[in-house]
């Protein structure tokens, strides 16, 4: 679909049947929607790959779907995805194409950018990322001392961070124990303190990780941790080669840093950083689990990415997932989205999303530039259950907000937990199903009263339910449904945007408090002058304070 001859997406016809189908719905009662369609619980379900979707708790009816469906269609976001896929730059604002669903194609896939195809230069990469882990993994990639690596040190920020860092503790049963690895983001000195100190220099790897190898975070941790370790090494610069490595799109800057580019992992300007760990930005988790894992990830990706092409509208999941989200954000007005895993290894992996949905689709311009009348993206959050119920929950469960939220959870545990650990799983489990089914259903005041509760704390103990929440259960956390998963979000994420019409692979936003902070670091330690008449009042101020506090 042209953009520019688009119709404003709330004054399309779509749009304003769905408006008039929310308004006729009123208050959708779950129990009401359950009791009318008694096969609800299996009617509206899904699979994809290794993944069984339920949607049967949420505020929909067929008419809902059909009318979310339509908006898609007329929004053209089938178009769009088969334009990512082919390889045209849509994404505008950086005049690139849009092409992580490249990095798990097979090795006989044609993808072409500017008439090239792409695919043989990812496997090139891949083959060279697993040669790499292959050497480490063995031993045989020694440092300058000649020790075998054992340590592992990702340095990196958002995109080139989140991925593998979230990825190894998903797939910690998976990886190699007598390797330790560790990841580095924060430009606070402590992130890297706790990191190297009681590491050996001699056994320790940097994994540089930045497409673009400017980000002042990583720039600066890469150039102490390499001063760390010539100092700790007492070597000269030479020791560099056996203890750097650099995942970048920027040979030139990568030289200019001292690692060699015969150590330096490609990726390209198509991939986007928030898109990036099954890249060589996966390098460090690669060598965690082995090339064959990190390649039945890779599978996994690409089964969902070609479920996303070619499923019909009413089976594919991430559309369906994507126009779930519309409907509660631009019909209901939520605000956010929790996604709640039912598995500790997926510890970061709300947070991964974060930057997945929230650097996409959190955008107030079209792609025409003008501003949107409707919401865009969703605050993302969560933390794995059920930690979360003795924190937040409550707020879902009674609070005044609307929280759509996904749910998901694993038949059985990864198979190396401790026999007796095993069995905790059905509690864990039990927990999950009791969760989305006391969101959906809640507790009636009748329901309270029969209990022989008081009747002045009838009101506080009654669940209005009606929260709607996606179950998603699969057999395990294996590395294929790691990548489903991912998959699943990401295509989830570009339905979203392709509807809102934004570009969902831009990130402009990010851009101003870096050029602040590197005004305003000369001010802090003085060499910049005073910070009155440079600052706002309210920053110079505490700009002064910070001084005062740091005696300069
Ligand atoms: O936060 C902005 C951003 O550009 C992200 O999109 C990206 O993942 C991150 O910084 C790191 O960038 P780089 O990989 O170039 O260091």
Redesign the pocket.
């Known amino acids: 679909m042209n953009a520019a001859s688009r119709t404003k997406l709330n004054q399309t016809p779509e749009w304003t049947a769905l408006a008039k189908h929310r308004e006729e719905l009123g208050a959708p009662q779950l129990r009401e929607l359950f009791a009318r369609q008694p096969e609800r619980g299996t009617a509206y379900t899904l699979r994809v790959g290794d993944l069984h979707l339920d949607y049967s708790k949420h505020l929909v009816t067929d008419e809902t779907l059909r009318l979310l469906r339509e908006l898609a269609a007329a929004t053209g976001v089938a178009e769009l995805r088969d334009a990512m896929f082919r390889g045209e730059k849509i994404n505008t604002t950086e005049d690139r194409a849009v092409l992580h669903t490249a990095l798990r194609a097979p090795r006989d896939a044609v993808i072409e950018v500017d008439g090239e195809n792409v695919v043989p230069a990812v496997h090139a990469v891949l083959d060279k990322m697993a040669s790499f882990a292959d050497q480490v993994r063995s031993g045989q990639w020694t440092g300058h001392t000649g020790k075998p690596v054992k340590n592992i040190v990702n340095i990196?920020?958002?995109?080139?961070d989140l991925g593998p860092a979230m990825a190894y503790e998903v797939l910690r049963s998976f990886t190699d124990r007598d390797l330790t690895l560790r990841f580095v983001s924060n430009v606070d000195g402590a992130d890297l303190h706790e990191a190297v100190r009681d590491l050996d220099p001699a056994e320790t790897l940097f994994v540089i990780?930045?497409?673009?190898f400017t980000?002042i975070e990583?720039i600066t941790n890469a150039t102490s941790a390499r001063d760390w370790l010539l100092t700790e090494l007492r070597a000269g610069q030479d020791a560099v080669a056996k203890h750097f490595v650099a995942l970048s799109t920027n040979a030139e800057k990568v030289e200019e840093f001292g690692i060699d580019t015969a150590n330096m992992f490609e990726f390209w300007d198509w991939v986007g950083?928030?898109y990036s760990y099954d890249s060589a930005i996966g390098l460090s988790l690669m060598v965690a689990i082995g090339p064959d894992r990190f390649r039945e990830m890779l599978d996994g990706f690409h089964l969902v990415d070609e479920h996303f092409r070619t499923a019909p509208a009413e089976e594919n999941a991430p559309l369906l997932l994507g126009l779930l989200g519309v409907w509660y954000g631009n019909f209901f007005d939520a605000q956010s989205h929790a996604v709640l895993p039912y598995s500790h290894y997926l510890s970061k992996f709300t947070a991964y999303l974060q930057q997945l949905d929230m650097?996409s689709n959190g955008k107030s311009v079209d792609r025409e530039g003008d501003r949107v009348d409707w919401q865009t993206g969703p605050v993302v959050w969560g933390t794995p259950g059920t930690n979360g119920q003795h924190a937040y929950y409550q707020l879902i469960h009674q609070g005044t907000k609307l929280v759509p939220a996904d749910f998901i959870g694993f038949a059985a545990p990864v198979h190396d937990l401790l026999p007796g650990l095993i069995a905790q799983h059905d509690l864990l489990m039990a927990n999950f199903f009791a969760q989305t089914q006391a969101l959906a259903f809640g507790k009636t005041p009748e329901e309270v009263r029969a209990e022989g509760v008081p009747e002045e704390l009838v009101p506080h103990k009654t669940f209005r339910g009606n929260h709607p929440t996606t179950t998603i259960l699969a057999d395990k956390l294996t590395p294929s449904v790691l990548g489903q998963l991912i998959a699943l979000y990401e295509h989830k994420v570009f339905v979203q945007g392709a509807i809102w019409n934004i570009d969902s692979f831009d990130?402009w936003g990010?851009e101003l408090g870096k050029v602040l902070a590197k005004k305003i670091e000369p001010l802090l330690t003085g060499d910049g002058g005073p910070a009155a008449g440079q600052l706002d009042s309210s920053t110079a101020a505490l700009v002064d304070a910070y001084r005062t506090l740091r005696g300069r």
């Open positions: 990196g920020i958002g995109g080139s990780a930045s497409k673009t980000t990583t950083g928030r650097e990130q990010v």
